[in-house]
């Protein structure tokens, strides 16, 4: 796209694949579409919505010039356009995207593409511009500090914390958001603005006190390439903690965080974040997604964590390859995992009860020091109880071998890490497994998948979704 003379064009937004916004020098904003590979360099903004926001709709109405009284009336979403779009001019930008004016939320179509496709916008932006509407300063300080002219962008990287109070940057609301975890982890350069559009600098910058409010380590905050390294038990901590004002956007958020789409469907409430899981069970073979063990707001006998809160208490779970697995799959009658035992052992069990319990341990293991020295620490287990079905022991005559006729699982319990498993027997002769964990959990079960021995048969066994 060419421009003549002043009509060289100043910034304004891309979006949908994508919708565009273009300030030229007379503050005239323009609507444009890009698709595929014809989208121009552009920036993109992240931010927590006010009351009246300009909304696609609000923009298309009338005039798009932002001094137009019609549309300003003190309103701050205006005042964010328009900030914005000065910062990307000064930094030779010609375009930017705001999901408040770029996307026709009034389309479903278009709301599941823009959500579906959000981390990719994020990730390939040249710059990502953070607004906070809850962090002040001294903005005549801030230019006396650096001799800075009127509107000229400040780094506080350069002048110190003196103007604005780092625990008010810790605490911002900004940090407490579902979208906002993609939206500072995706792009590769992140600056953050003062309510009164001042810089306070980069991400790089602020990666310590960014990492304070987030908990994110300071390699995924500072490589975005590093983010899907990471274990999906680290990554849905990274969110456990944050809100959304609609249930269903606690896993929509997340979509690109583990490279996953699926439809949106507003009102299935927390049954999204189930869905979210078996998506990531479909691409991933990272156990560590059954490695919760935090409390929840629902009620739970499945294998899926109930809810995102599951995941805030889990410690540095990475994975570790000790257990010779099948794939695992989601099936009509739930998660389908083959289970390693030992064939004597488990007749034995089921001759004496109906009741079997299994300690499956996990491939996943928790590190002593986060991202240092590969320091190994406890392997992590499911303490599973399988029932014996009515018909018990039946013998399959085309396997030539004795396999279990198992029921459903009936109870789940987390064994949140392994730290030692002992063998022992009980007055009768008995032989069974005590299982004590490093935050004191203890369990008891009869086998421990998996089984090494020649006389090992795979059960497969299925466990329930939750849902």
Known sequence: MEFEGQRRPGPLWCGRSAYSFQQEWDSEFVLEEFIGSNIPKYAIISHRWSNNEASYQTFEKGS???????????????????????????????????DTCCIDKKSSAELS??????????????????????????????RRAAHAEEGTVVNAAKIGYEMWDPQDFIKSTWFTRAWTVQELLAPSRVLFYTTDFNCLGSKMDLQDLISDATKVPLIFITQNDMIHRASVAERMKWASRRQATREEDLAYSMLGLFGVNMPLLYGE?????????????????????FGWSGKSHYNTNGLLAPDIAAFS?????????????????????????????????????????????VLMLLNCADYLHAYGPREEGSSFGILVILRRDTRGLHRDSRLRQMQPALGDRISLRPIKSVKSIAETANESGDTYYVVRGND??????????????EDAINVPVYFSTGW
């Open 113 to 142: 593409e823009a959500i579906n496709s959000m981390f990719n916008w994020y990730q390939r932006a040249e710059e990502c511009y953070v607004l906070l509407p809850d962090v002040a300063d001294d903005t005549a300080a801030f």
């Open 269 to 289: 409430g927390n049954k999204a974040f189930l869905r979210l899981q078996t998506e990531i069970i479909r691409t991933s073979d990272d156990e560590t997604i």
């Open 440 to 453: 004191g959990s203890m369990g008891f079960c009869d086998l421990v998948s998996p089984a090494t021995e």
């Open 64 to 98: 798009k010039t932002i001094g137009n009284s019609q549309y300003q009336n003190g309103s701050y979403g205006w005042d964010k356009i328009d900030a914005a779009c000065q910062i990307a001019r000064s930094r030779e930008l010609d375009w930017l995207w705001i």
């Open 313 to 357: 208490t889990v410690s540095d779970i990475r994975r570790h390859y000790v257990v010779p697995r099948q794939h695992y799959e989601v099936t009509n009658k739930g998660i389908r995992i083959t289970l390693p035992l030992r064939r004597p052992q488990l007749e034995q069990a089921f001759a004496k009860s109906g009741e079997v319990r």
